[in-house]
């Protein structure tokens, strides 16, 4: 099948194209130079402004978590959610398209047919517990429209702890790529590192070098030795880390820690490390009362050092499910909040747990988040290395993107919204001091390019000669549209793709769902020495014996069980 | 394996009986029949050893109370005329099949707009409701194997229903930090002394109907508060605070529950009575509770239910799109009101456990069953499909009571011309779409 886009104005930041009139050949799913014209089927995208299709670095859309808060939740299930042309409260069933409910935590099909119709068409599900890794495989063969990946919780995985006490660093990067091979995942996942398995005795880590009960490692060891297990592996992606302290006063100087303890494995310039939704993570103060923004300082030590990328978690007023891996955090948010806690402690690997959130604009603490986002969006100079997320469905549904971009784009929007903030708020934060306005190049940076660049999916995120022909087009003529003045015309093109077009063919116009197809899962493969490989066996087989309470022939993900799959080898140091 | 010839060893197959889904079974056969199973339990031996008996011999349509053996085409066909037919078609079981089953089932139900139910509905449906008020705080197996060191089974009774529960992950066996059955303490809680009653080191004797009563009281006693009744649900005030002490004074501890809770007059409060109790304990010290899912499956069958449609069981899509309603969209209600106009039945049996009115209709109604084995539900059945066991003659995903995926294993092969539910389910969906393209 062959596609001509002709006229559309294009933003094409990884090929340096800023906002020009380009056509774009499509041929078997990929782009190409030429294209027999007088065959192709023709998009005339004059005046509309043509992206690369969308790559979500972080939103929780599939795995146990997310279906726990689809259980918790079916008040969710029945308030605003799409239908196949507007906003009712169910998506009916179409000829080509699946039935679904839901917003903050939506069924799988509608996830799917929302993510696509707004243009995204790769998206990483960041938090899976291998044991139960089967289960994040069987929703995302379920997700149409999109590809995507899922990265693995290792940070307080118990043989990984106890290969870093002993300093067998080698070892652990075969163990952690065995499970990657094995249950196909994407990248290292951190969450709380030595926390969650303290929170197994109701307990939790506070510092960098407090010490995990009973398995004598600190964070700071467990963070350091899964970012050299990363390089000796030569993953695609760096870890990816939410650290210690997540959602406390005070906690941005963990963060930095964080960023900090791995500076010195940095090798020509790479990032080797990824903060994860950092918004949760660069509170100042010392108690709620006291609670500040300092997305200033966590942003001056990301414009100093190019080891580390951030993504926001920039949060929406709205209602909301916070999901974690970080079990100690939603008991804490729990506590506060009095919201119904589930909580998921999971053997030897993780653990997770959910609350039910609705952010306010009129509370304070909610207010200074919300500013803490944007600043961080704003105050860090590369837009390679600030990527866009609200740590869906934790900041806000992913549906609510559109009214972020508007923020981030004009100022006129972020100080409508500043100036019914709690003055508190204001005060504590640094917004109304920012004049910067991000312009559709930078918009396309954090939503596609870096985010593919960050993930090394190299026919991702960009429109260049054979790359994947994943294509947004939106009803918006950038050439004319002002963002900081015409924000509510920007938001509301962003929601809805004119055309959205996924492996060469047209999936979604006007935002509904033309033609359904499944998306395909990325996994890595690394290939470690067959020595170390097979010297590891032995004493894994009899851990998981003593560990687990399943058999390790049953643990792992046959090839079989992926609907479409790409496996990425790649070849490791060791 | 091959050895000798005739003889086939299969390793770490998956149990399909109960929620516990052990995975360290190994079954040999000589020529076609099972002659050994290690590590099976009574349930898991009988399961494996009769897998064979008690199964329809080929599809069969009913007429004028007679049965006739059909093809599985032209019984897939009554199926899908009775169905597309139906105003309101109600398709329940899914407990005891796979959850790929279970997805085409979904579809279909969507496709013919009628009702999906799970056997949720009449085990653990309360538990649900009880969930989605207070949320649950609950962990893995292993988590229990390795940490726990006070173990409650309230209203369940595990040495018969999940033989293997406590020797497997709660109770004896060496976990990291717990060694044997003397670093863990047993607390039972039950209207009757069950055997697992007997193993314990403390046996509460309620009243029945009584555990929200109880769990009311110990919600207070952890609490130190006051409790002024002499007696709660027949037990002594003293008794109850000395409970409380135990559950407070354990480094981890977990409560494990069975129908004896949620379906005791109560129900759903009972839930979250119990896990309000479990959320206040988590305040002193570490707690978490879980429901004792009894079909092999019934907890993947509320995984899917709930990822493709966003609710967990009771879900109504007459509309074109899902929607939930307990006590109006459960398959036991609608039958009790004799709502529905067909039946499709996978994999359970109501006839035999369902109440007197929803029997009564059910026997109105062309009901269809999609089942390996006779069951009381099959003998009257308009249409009986048999099909492959999953677990032994078919592959699948199940789920463990604790959300655990494993794949069932295919370790023979079915009788000749028997196809799995998956297949047979595909079918009746591709007729369906051919006759409303049709009509």
Redesign the interface.
């Known amino acids: 099948m062959e596609l001509l886009i002709k006229n559309g104005i294009l933003y094409d930041p990884a090929n340096s194209v800023n906002g020009e009139e380009v056509e774009i050949c499509i041929k078997d799913g990929k782009v190409v130079e030429k294209i027999n014209q007088r065959k192709a089927e023709i998009i005339d995208a004059s005046d509309m402004l043509v992206m690369p299709g969308g790559v979500d670095i972080h939103s929780h859309i599939?795995g146990?978590k997310?279906?726990a808060g689809?259980?918790?939740?079916?008040e969710?299930?029945r308030t605003r959610v799409r239908?196949a042309e507007c906003f009712r409260n169910?998506?009916?069933?179409s000829p080509i398209t699946?039935?679904?409910?839901?917003c903050a935590?939506?069924?799988?099909?509608t996830t799917g047919h929302i993510y696509s119709g707004m243009g995204y068409t790769t998206v990483i599900e960041p938090a899976s517990p291998p044991?139960?890794t089967?289960?994040t495989h069987?929703?995302l063969n379920?997700i149409p429209l999109i590809d995507k990946a899922c990265f693995l919780l290792f940070g307080n995985n118990?043989l990984v702890m106890d290969y870093i006490k002993e300093g067998r660093i080698e070892e652990c990067a075969a163990y952690v790529g065995w499970v990657l091979r094995s249950v196909k995942g994407y990248a290292i996942k951190i969450v709380c590192p030595g926390g969650v398995e303290s929170w197994?005795?109701?307990g939790n880590v506070h510092s960098m070098d407090d010490h995990v009960p009973?398995f004598d490692v600190t964070p700071r060891d467990i963070v350091r030795g899964l970012c050299k297990v990363n390089q000796l592996l030569n993953l695609p992606h760096t870890i990816h880390v939410h650290t210690i302290n997540l959602g406390t006063p005070g906690n941005y100087r963990y963060l930095i820690e964080t960023m900090d303890c791995v500076r010195d494995l940095q090798v020509e310039d790479e990032p080797v490390i990824h903060m994860t939704h950092c918004q949760f993570n660069s509170y100042g103060g010392v108690d709620w009362r006291s609670l500040s923004s300092k997305a200033d300082e966590v942003a001056k030590y990301v414009n100093a050092h190019n080891h580390v990328t951030i993504d926001m978690g920039q949060i929406i007023f709205t209602q909301t499910v916070t999901m974690t891996g970080d079990g100690p955090f939603e008991?804490l948010l729990?506590q506060i909040s009095g919201n119904?806690?589930?909580?998921?402690?999971?053997?030897?690997e993780s653990?997770g747990g959910?609350?039910p959130i609705r952010y306010n604009r009129k509370n304070y603490v909610h207010a200074v988040m919300w500013t803490i986002g944007l600043e961080l969006a704003l105050l860090v100079k590369d837009p390679w290395r600030v990527f866009f997320s609200t740590d869906h469905p934790n900041g806000g549904p992913f549906i609510n993107y559109p009214k972020v971009f508007a923020w981030l784009m004009s100022k006129k929007a972020r100080d409508k919204v500043t100036k019914r903030l709690p003055r508190l708020a204001r005060v504590r934060s640094n917004i109304t001091s920012i004049d910067r306005e991000y312009d559709f190049y930078e918009l396309a940076i954090i939503t596609r390019s870096a985010t593919a660049k960050a993930l090394k999916l190299q026919n991702k995120g960009h429109l260049g000669l054979g790359a994947d022909a994943d294509v947004s087009i939106y009803d918006l003529n950038p050439k004319e549209v002002d963002p900081s003045v015409d924000y509510k015309q920007v938001g509301k093109a962003l929601f809805k793709t004119a055309y959205t077009i996924k492996g060469g063919e047209i999936v979604a116009k006007k935002g509904v769902i033309k033609k359904c197809k499944s998306g395909i899962t990325f996994w890595v493969n690394p290939q470690v020495t067959e020595e170390l490989n097979s010297s590891i066996m032995p004493e894994l087989t009899e851990k998981f014996r003593?560990?687990?309470?399943?058999?390790l022939?049953?643990y792992g993900v046959?090839e079989n069980?992926l609907i479409d799959q790409q496996a990425i080898e790649v070849k490791s140091k060791v | 394996m091959e050895c000798e010839k005739g003889l086939k060893v299969s390793e770490d197959v998956v149990c399909p009986f109960c929620g516990c889904l052990c995975d360290d079974i190994k079954v040999t056969f000589q020529d076609d029949e099972i002659t050994r199973l290690a590590n099976s339990c009574a349930i898991s031996i009988a399961k494996f050893q009769h897998y064979k008996e008690d199964r329809i011999p080929s599809p069969l349509i009913r007429e004028n109370g007679q049965s006739s053996s059909v093809s599985l085409e032209e019984a897939v066909k009554e199926t899908s005329k009775i169905l597309v037919n139906a105003r309101y078609p109600l398709l329940y079981g899914w407990s005891s099949t796979s959850c790929e089953a279970l997805k085409v089932g979904i579809e279909l139900a969507e496709e013919l707009g009628g009702v999906i139910d799970n056997t949720t509905t009449t085990c653990h449906g309360p538990t649900i409701l009880g969930v989605q008020d207070v949320g649950e705080s609950t962990c893995t197996l292993g988590e229990v194997k390795h940490r726990a060191d006070l173990v409650v089974y309230w209203g369940s009774n595990p040495v018969h229903a999940h033989p293997r529960h406590l020797t497997r992950y709660t109770l004896t066996p060496k976990g990291k930090f717990r060694a044997a059955r003397k670093d863990r303490v047993l607390v039972v809680i039950d209207v009757r002394k069950t055997s697992t009653a007997r193993q314990a080191d403390c046996f509460i004797q309620v009243e029945p109907n009584k555990d929200y009563e109880l769990l009311s009281a110990l919600r207070m006693a952890i609490k130190f508060e006051e409790i002024e009744q002499v007696i709660v649900a027949g037990i002594p005030k003293e008794q109850i605070e000395e409970l409380a002490d135990l559950l407070i004074s354990c480094q981890f501890g977990v409560i494990f529950f069975g129908l004896g809770l949620t379906m005791s007059s109560g129900k759903e409060r009972n839930i979250e009575a119990a896990l309000s109790l479990v959320r206040d304990l988590n305040r002193k010290t570490k707690f978490n509770i879980m429901p004792m899912r009894g079909h092999f499956n019934v907890t993947g069958a509320n995984k899917v239910t709930t990822w493709q449609t966003g609710f967990p069981y009771a879900v109504d899509l007459t509309k074109g799109y899902p929607s939930y309603n307990p006590g109006a969209t459960t398959a036991l209600d609608i039958l009790n009101r004799g709502e529905c106009d067909a039946v499709l039945i996978v994999a359970s049996d109501p006839l035999a456990h369902a109440p007197k009115t929803a029997v009564q209709n059910l026997l109105k109604i062309p009901v269809i069953t999609i089942d390996p084995r006779i069951s009381l539900t099959s003998l009257i059945a308009k249409v009986a499909i048999p099909t492959a066991l999953v677990g032994i003659e078919a592959e699948g995903v199940a789920y463990r009571m604790d959300g655990i995926p494993k794949i069932l294993k295919k370790i023979t092969n079915p009788p000749a011309g028997f196809v799995s539910d998956v297949e047979v389910l595909k079918m009746i969906l591709k007729e369906v779409r051919k006759q409303k393209g049709a009509s």
């Open positions: 599939a146990p997310v279906n689809r259980l918790l939740c079916p969710d299930h239908c169910c998506e009916i069933k699946r039935s679904g409910t839901g935590v939506p069924s799988v099909f044991l139960k089967l289960h069987e929703e379920d118990w197994g005795w109701g009973y008991y729990h119904k806690w589930m909580n998921t402690d999971l053997e030897v653990g959910l609350v003593d560990y687990y309470t399943i058999n022939q049953n046959p069980m």
